[in-house]
């Protein structure tokens, strides 16, 4: 009853101090200042985490914080020490401060509670200042535990083409049925009003400014599920009281902040690790990442520190549940919930009618999902299919029973399961007549034939990919191969799924065209297509491309040839560990060297290991044969 | 509901590129504007539509509106949704689903909207139930706007003898 008191009266006389309260100050600030700096509190871990400091290269410190509002001293970005010093000189005052317009006590609160705690503030002598807004703020969470969040990756769009991670701050008596009702703390660029699709290669420079906000999670469920059909993946994470009440002190500071937003490393995975790191300093997540940071490299890392993780639980994207339920069905009734979606009529149906009215319940319950699905992904849905989902549902509303849980199995498994990102890779082989060995390094990320665990099936990205090549008998040692980027992305189409596929591959290769036995080509190719999904022997998937494609290689008459053809193919699973791909491609070029090509390739992988890989490939381009054996690692 | 018509709603309830909104929708005023959202009336928005999904895309349903320490804006106090609009924001940004898991008699969405109500758990398969049963009324009322649902749904709980007996927020 006294403190509050004694608070309130010392934020009555703080605004006009006499002489000799202002000389005290004075002293005291003095006296924190030398105990800081005896203390080295500006070179702690802890101090760094907060201001965000790295070592640059030649020594010393820069934030990666870009709002100046953050720092409290003009060289704060810099010098860890003048930013503690003005940072103590700050918390004397009530004066607004940071783009949320704060004392500095409130506005910087997880660094006025270590000081304090580190250099045992003197209440009497610093009066602590009531935080309102951040007690509303944090008791509003009602927090229990944090979860981490991934949303899986979504090829179709380049911006979430690595998937997502964000944290959810669980609510204390929260069940699986109201989790969606908690707030999400998520870290994004702030993309400007009409920057058209430039915006990609901005966001790769650092060009946005990337905030944290606490969306609710129902609708980044609503965003990922419904609207992008992506599975998502939930990790409860143990941290004590203490660390939570860290944790969500360090996102409310952030508030102030900003961060250029680069989408290779400073991206939505490495500024929300920040805030771990800060909850628990021994972690020490953000120092794994250097050059770039992936989403799901962060959960791989997150699930690897002991204890850290106490649940993981999936929840599949709308697409996933319709495949599945259609997957539970026998042909029969597949085909019936497929007909109540185009044609209501079919509910007074005789088949339909003769059904149990469990059974009903289940084919109008995929009858909506398939409808809402059809009119959340188009640009411009029909009016008749929501005319037909509100039939359907007043039609199962009648039913008057529940639906029945249905547990989906997801296609992909749990990312950290998956393979590691960079892949190096030695082998040798015949081309021709000659022998060769060779050694790959590709910074990223997944091809076809990769093991498929814990990636989107049937989507490639490649980035970044250098294999270099001795000819014995040429007795050459050349860069055989380049890839720049090499995108390939198989949507298989059936009653219910539309998508097309589609690649685009940038990159150089090596090869055998008129009088030159080993030529440097360069290539842009790009194509479009479908695909169809089969399960003869385990799981099949046949694709063709229409395709264009234009070359530069001193090879060429003209230097250059321009052409157009088409692909087809097939990628086949024929046990857990062996996959086998088939392509056959026809290309004629009318531009610049008129000529033509047919090539094949046929390519297998075996799986020793999680990061360990065999591989047997084939590659015929007209009058060019090419076999390589190699062994690849994942690290 | 579709993105478009989630990102217009997410436009008009929280004010982020409030002058279309309000161009588009001339009732709704400063504040939450919850009371005025129809759905009925976004069926010929092509045109706004696509500039609030600009404004939104990758913004990720606008930061400036869940901001941490952003101030108050609309429905939002530095990023949470004011308590008194908790339970109507909730039913007009999730109205699709809403509907959905009332036909079907259960769902997340409906077992979060009866928390926000104040339903106890142990009342909420007799939620379910009612809802379902009222089905068409209720959807009607959705459409008209989010917070006619919540007075329906309020409403139908008060002369139901079972849910009657919660206490209702």
């Keep these: 009853m006294l403190l509050p008191f004694l608070a309130f009266l010392a934020c009555l006389f703080a605004p006009v101090p006499s002489d000799a309260q202002h000389s005290d100050r004075e002293l005291y600030l003095k006296q924190l200042i030398d105990q800081a700096e005896q203390a080295k509190l500006a070179g702690q871990r802890e101090w760094l985490l907060l201001l965000h400091y790295r070592k640059g290269l030649f020594g010393g410190y820069e934030s990666e914080q870009d709002d100046p509002g953050f720092f409290l001293s003009p060289n704060g970005k810099t010098d860890p020490s003048a930013e503690l010093a003005a940072t103590l000189a700050q918390f004397f005052s009530a004066e607004l401060v940071g783009r949320s317009r704060q004392p500095a006590q409130c506005a910087f609160i997880a660094r006025y509670h270590w000081l304090k705690e580190q250099l045992q503030f003197d209440p009497t002598r610093l009066p602590p200042l009531s935080c309102e807004r951040f007690d509303r703020w944090y008791e509003d969470f009602e927090v229990q535990s944090i979860s981490l969040i991934f949303p899986s990756a979504f090829l179709n769009n380049p911006a979430s083409m690595f998937g997502h991670t964000l944290f959810r701050v669980d609510q204390k008596g929260q069940t699986e049925h109201t989790r969606i009702l908690a707030y999400t703390i998520n870290y994004a660029a702030q993309v400007p009003p009409n920057a058209g699709p430039i915006y990609p290669i901005k966001g790769i420079f650092g060009s946005y400014k990337g905030y944290f906000s606490t969306i609710p999670y129902y609708l980044k469920v609503q965003q990922y599920r419904d609207i992008e059909n992506r599975d998502i993946w939930e990790y409860r994470l143990n941290l004590t009281e203490h660390q939570l009440r860290r944790f969500l002190m360090h996102a409310w500071e952030l508030g102030n902040a900003y961060f250029d937003y680069f989408f290779f490393k400073e991206n939505c995975s490495y500024h929300i690790l920040a805030l771990l790191d800060y909850a628990d300093p021994d972690l020490h997540l953000t120092d794994e990442f250097l050059f770039w940071t992936v989403p799901a490299d962060t959960v791989r890392l997150v699930v690897s520190k002991p204890g850290l993780v106490s649940d993981i639980t999936y929840r599949p994207s709308r697409s996933t549940v319709i495949k599945r339920k259609r997957e539970s069905l026998p042909a029969a009734e597949r085909d019936l919930a497929h007909s109540i979606t185009q044609d209501i009529g079919e509910l007074t149906s005789p088949t339909f009618a003769q059904l149990v009215p469990a059974k009903q319940a289940f084919l109008l319950d995929l009858a909506s999902d398939y409808l809402r699905y059809r009119i959340e992904t188009t640009d411009s849905p029909k009016p008749e299919w929501k005319e037909r989902n509100r039939a359907v549902l007043t039609a199962r509303s009648q039913l008057r029973i529940p639906s029945e849980e249905f547990t989906v199995r997801p296609f992909a498994r749990q990312p950290e399961l998956g393979h590691k990102m960079h892949r190096v890779a030695v082998g040798g082989g015949w081309r021709n007549n000659d022998t060769f060995e060779e050694a790959t390094f590709r910074g990223g990320y997944h091809d076809l034939l990769d093991p498929e665990v814990g990636y989107t099936p049937d989507a490639q990205i490649e980035m970044a990919s250098i294999t270099v090549r001795h000819y014995n008998r040429a007795d050459q040692t050349r860069v055989e191969r380049a890839t720049l980027l090499n995108l390939l992305s198989l949507s298989p189409i059936d009653s219910v799924f539309h998508a097309p596929s589609w690649k685009l591959n940038v990159g150089m290769n090596t090869i055998r065209h008129n009088d030159c036995q080993l030529c440097s080509n360069g290539f842009l190719s790009g194509g479009i297509g479908g695909a169809k999904e089969f399960r003869l022997l385990k799981r099949e998937v046949l694709f063709a491309f229409a395709e264009t494609e234009a070359s530069v290689s001193k090879a060429y008459h003209e230097m250059h040839r321009i052409g157009g053809g088409g692909t087809v193919g097939m990628l086949a699973d024929i046990t857990e560990r062996w996959k086998f791909m088939a392509t056959g491609t026809y290309l004629k070029f009318p531009l610049g060297d008129k000529s033509d090509d047919f090539r094949w390739y046929i390519g297998s992988r075996f799986t020793l290991a999680r990061n360990w890989t065999l591989r047997l490939e084939y590659n015929h381009r007209d009058r060019d044969n090419d076999v390589v054996f190699s062994v690849q690692t994942f690290f | ?169």
């Design chain 2, 1 to 169: 509901m579709s993105k478009k018509v989630l990102l217009l709603a997410i436009a008009v309830l929280f004010g982020s590129q409030a002058g279309l909104a309000m161009a588009s929708n001339p009732d709704t005023g400063p504040g939450c504007g919850l009371g005025k959202l129809a759905w009925g009336e976004y069926k010929g928005q092509k045109e706004i539509a696509p500039q609030v999904l600009q404004a939104t895309t990758n913004g990720s349903f606008g930061s400036s509106t869940f901001g941490i320490s952003f101030g108050t804006s609309g429905c939002t106090n530095d990023g949470k949704i004011m308590s008194e609009h908790k339970t109507t924001t909730f039913a007009s940004l999730n109205l699709d689903a809403l509907t959905a898991e009332m036909a079907q008699g259960q769902g997340e969405h409906l077992a979060s909207l009866a928390t926000l109500m104040g339903v106890p758990a142990e009342r909420h398969a007799a939620f379910f139930a009612m809802t379902q049963e009222r089905y068409t009324s209720l959807v009607k009322a959705g459409e008209a706007s989010p917070v006619a649902l919540v007075k329906s749904l309020n409403d139908a709980i008060a002369s139901h003898p079972v849910l009657a007996q919660a206490s209702v927020r």
